[in-house]
């Protein structure tokens, strides 16, 4: 099994006190941060996230494979911003909408969305619809990443939408929603351009909206 097969392993069974060294001996060998993330950490991630689907491993299981990701990317980081190694997939701005306090699930998607190569803008929870816009704008964000787990505030999320027509700015980022009380229908019906029902199947749907050109 080569370094990166076993990287790979260790996010998926969430080993984080054997990550920070062997992303070090990785890079000792003059592995690029690139290929440590696309190698290591993305098969890795979606080795659980193939599992999650198969309900052969559930959210702890998801937890701990994206802390253990997190691990990584911090040896990794400083790395990753010095000069032209690597290049982020595209840019996700995602947060809880207003009057939700809700982030379990927000952050497990935000951290397995960095893991797998994406620069990822956390918010945090009761965003206003403003905060959204304006960090979109700031970021050129490819993508707006909406979360809710209390229903009454799901509403919020077309009021995000709608604010993006109203500045110009819709045909400019794509937006996902994601949350409890959030289904294809409702995504749908306030015209979001995806649902993911959990975190894996996030990853997957960002990574084809960003295969999709922007207007």
């Given at each position: 099994?080569?370094?990166l097969?076993?990287?790979?392993?260790?996010?998926?069974?969430?080993k984080?006190?054997?990550?920070?060294?062997l992303?070090?001996?990785?890079?000792?060998?003059n592995?690029?941060a690139?290929?440590?993330?696309?190698?290591?950490?993305?098969p890795?991630?979606?080795?659980?996230?193939?599992?999650?689907?198969?309900?052969?491993?559930?959210?702890?299981?998801?937890?701990?494979?994206?802390?253990?990701?997190?691990?990584?990317?911090?040896?990794?980081?400083?790395?990753?911003?010095?000069?032209t190694?690597?290049?982020?997939?595209?840019?996700?701005?995602?947060?809880?909408?207003?009057?939700d306090?809700?982030?379990?699930?927000?952050?497990?998607?935000?951290?397995?969305?960095?893991?797998?190569?994406?620069k990822?803008?956390?918010?945090?929870?009761?965003?206003?619809?403003?905060?959204?816009?304006?960090?979109?704008?700031?970021?050129?964000?490819?993508?707006?990443?909406?979360?809710s787990l209390?229903?009454?505030?799901?509403?919020a999320?077309?009021?995000?939408?709608?604010?993006?027509?109203?500045?110009?700015?819709?045909d400019?980022v794509?937006v996902?929603?994601?949350g409890?009380?959030?289904?294809?229908?409702?995504?749908?019906?306030?015209?979001a351009?995806?649902y993911?029902?959990?975190?894996?199947?996030?990853?997957?749907?960002?990574?084809?909206?960003i295969?999709?050109?922007?207007?």
């Amino acid at each position: 099994m080569s370094s990166l097969q076993q990287l790979a392993e260790y996010v998926e069974k969430g080993k984080s006190e054997e990550i920070s060294s062997l992303v070090q001996k990785l890079l000792g060998d003059n592995i690029s941060a690139d290929r440590i993330v696309s190698e290591g950490l993305v098969p890795g991630l979606d080795a659980i996230g193939e599992k999650f689907s198969k309900f052969e491993a559930f959210v702890p299981e998801l937890m701990v494979a994206a802390m253990a990701a997190q691990e990584a990317l911090k040896v990794l980081r400083p790395k990753m911003t010095e000069g032209t190694l690597h290049k982020p997939m595209g840019t996700v701005v995602i947060g809880t909408v207003a009057g939700d306090v809700h982030d379990v699930g927000k952050n497990i998607v935000a951290m397995m969305l960095e893991g797998g190569g994406f620069k990822v803008i956390d918010l945090g929870v009761n965003v206003p619809t403003a905060s959204f816009l304006k960090e979109v704008r700031y970021q050129e964000a490819e993508i707006l990443a909406l979360s809710s787990l209390y229903t009454p505030t799901r509403l919020a999320m077309k009021d995000v939408i709608q604010a993006l027509k109203d500045q110009g700015m819709r045909d400019k980022v794509k937006v996902m929603v994601g949350g409890a009380p959030i289904d294809q229908a409702f995504c749908d019906l306030i015209g979001a351009d995806g649902y993911a029902p959990d975190a894996p199947q996030a990853v997957k749907m960002a990574k084809s909206l960003i295969a999709v050109p922007k207007q």
